[in-house]
């Protein structure tokens, strides 16, 4: 079954803004990744935040991990337009260990606005 | 110097036919993978293998059949293809598949069946 839902399903903002996305998912996690996705194109890794971790930072991306209500937001701030884009998590759960196996949410689409 | 390139990427074809897509990784990651995304940007884990041996096959159809001549490649065969099969099939690989599960996606492969 599908492990991750990510709220809003798309997302416009103007250009400077800042953008949350939020995933949640439904079992007990090793760690989650962030993925984002340009139109036509292969997804690209943003960042890893592992179980034990709760905040991690990477440029003007801030992503959060609760475990105990399994949900993790990404936070873009001061957005570009070139953010456009489809953003994916995705969780490698604890008994899909030694797979590598990702389960992805829906993604959300954001579009910033120039 | 890309890191991981599949072909081709694109691929328009009749019912029943059999086509292939080759991948390539030059990262020297163990782990490769092949997922399909839907019409609804759905992305679902077909199969992984790790070091050209199956670790995960994903309930795919016995015409979709997968070939690792070596840990650098990861080929799809897929036999009698029908109108469902219509997708965009990515691969991907990562370092390994326990810890550093950090995917590489190639730019994808849009298969339409007609």
């Known amino acids: 079954s599908q492990q991750g839902e990510e709220d809003p399903q798309a997302l416009s903002i103007q250009e400077g803004e800042n953008a949350t996305m939020n995933c949640s998912y439904k079992?007990?996690?090793?760690?989650l990744q962030w993925y984002r996705q340009n139109s036509g194109r292969g997804l690209v890794h943003l960042i890893l935040?592992?179980?034990?971790?709760r905040e991690k930072h990477s440029g003007r991306l801030r992503v959060t991990l609760d475990t105990s209500k399994k949900s993790s937001s990404l936070l873009i701030t001061a957005s570009r337009a070139a953010d456009t884009a489809s953003y994916f998590c995705?969780?490698?759960?604890?008994?899909?260990?030694?797979?590598?196996?990702?389960?992805f949410g829906q993604g959300t689409t954001l579009q910033v606005k120039p | 110097d890309t890191a991981v390139s599949q072909t081709p990427k694109y691929l328009v074809t009749q019912m029943g036919n059999d086509k292939s897509i080759k991948c390539e990784q030059n990262?020297?990651?163990?782990?490769m993978y092949w997922y399909k995304q839907d019409s609804k940007k759905f992305l679902k884990i077909m199969f992984s293998?790790?070091?050209?041996?199956?670790?995960i096959n994903e309930t795919v159809p016995n015409r979709f059949s997968p070939k690792s001549p070596d840990k650098a490649h990861l080929n799809l065969h897929i036999n009698s293809l029908e109108l469902g099969d219509s997708a965009v099939y990515f691969c991907?690989?990562?370092?390994?598949?326990?810890?550093?599960?950090?995917?590489?996606f190639g730019q994808g492969t849009r298969l339409t069946v007609v």
């Open positions: 991907a690989s990562s370092q390994d598949r326990q810890i550093n599960t950090e995917a590489f």
């Open positions: 079992t007990s996690i090793n760690n």
């Open positions: 935040i592992r179980s034990n971790e």
């Open positions: 995705a969780t490698d759960a604890i008994g899909s260990s030694n797979t590598g196996k990702l389960i």
């Open positions: 990262l020297g990651h163990d782990t």
């Open positions: 293998y790790n070091n050209k041996e199956l670790i």
